[in-house]
């Protein structure tokens, strides 16, 4: 099948891209740490993936968040260094073109789940459970901010059981005491605008042409 294919070939250049970017990552144990999820839900993808029937739009969305997130977890999240990679390719400062003051790949990441999980979430709630009415606009984007709060608590918990430097390079706050919030915010943007997107997206699709 056409799909079948794409999300094959799409997981084979990610396992090579994760194995790539497992070869001596900054800090072992936190790739390790940020490497937990991804070691349960890629197999739960490749298992339950084919019977959701999802679009190559989907599993494009897909790869490239968990590559985002493979990036994040080499480097660890607070010290990718996109800054030096828009120098090499602008010959500009980065923090004299947007005076960033601080790593905002978190930041980025954490709206980008909202954003690139939108199409996969709403596809899987048409194939499990489709949502009706206002719901069909609403269920997609409390889905993807459940899962938004419920990572932040696990960020918790892990820094709460491991501690010290760990901790906090898991945690990635980088001193600011609303960084979870603000986390959580951004995933939540990018999810009404990523359900927002697809939803107008299929209706014009399915609107008859006139």
């Known amino acids: 099948m056409r799909h079948g294919r794409t999300a094959r070939i799409l997981g084979a250049v990610f396992a090579l891209i994760w194995l790539a970017l497992a070869i001596d990552p900054w800090y072992r144990q936190d790739w390790l740490l940020e490497n937990v999820l991804v070691l349960l839900a890629v197999p739960l993808l490749a298992r339950y993936g084919p019977d959701l029937k999802l679009s190559d739009a989907s599993w494009a969305c897909l790869f490239e968040f968990f590559t985002l997130h493979a990036i994040g977890a080499h480097f660890t999240y607070s010290e990718v260094p996109y800054d030096r990679a828009y120098e090499w390719l602008s010959?500009?400062?980065?923090?004299?073109?947007?005076?960033?003051?601080?790593?905002?790949?978190?930041?980025?990441?954490?709206?980008?789940?909202?954003?690139?999980?939108?199409?996969?979430?709403?596809?899987?709630?048409?194939?499990?459970?489709?949502?009706?009415?206002?719901?069909?606009?609403?269920?997609p984007v409390l889905f993807l901010m459940s899962h938004g709060a419920l990572y932040e608590s696990?960020?918790?918990?892990?820094?709460?059981?491991?501690?010290?430097?760990?901790?906090?390079?898991?945690?990635?706050?980088?001193?600011?005491?609303?960084?979870?919030?603000?986390?959580?915010?951004?995933?939540?943007?990018?999810?009404?605008?990523?359900?927002?997107?697809?939803?107008?997206?299929?209706?014009?699709?399915?609107?008859?042409?006139?």
């Open 154 to 210: 696990i960020e918790w918990v892990a820094a709460e059981i491991f501690g010290g430097e760990l901790g906090m390079a898991y945690l990635g706050t980088q001193g600011d005491v609303w960084d979870a919030q603000k986390d959580t915010a951004l995933a939540a943007l990018g999810a009404v605008l990523g359900v927002t997107f697809w939803l107008l997206w299929r209706s014009r699709r399915a609107a008859p042409a006139r």
């Open 91 to 139: 010959g500009r400062s980065f923090e004299a073109d947007f005076g960033a003051g601080r790593n905002h790949y978190d930041r980025l990441v954490h709206f980008l789940y909202g954003l690139l999980m939108a199409l996969p979430v709403i596809e899987l709630l048409d194939a499990r459970a489709r949502p009706m009415g206002l719901w069909r606009w609403l269920l």
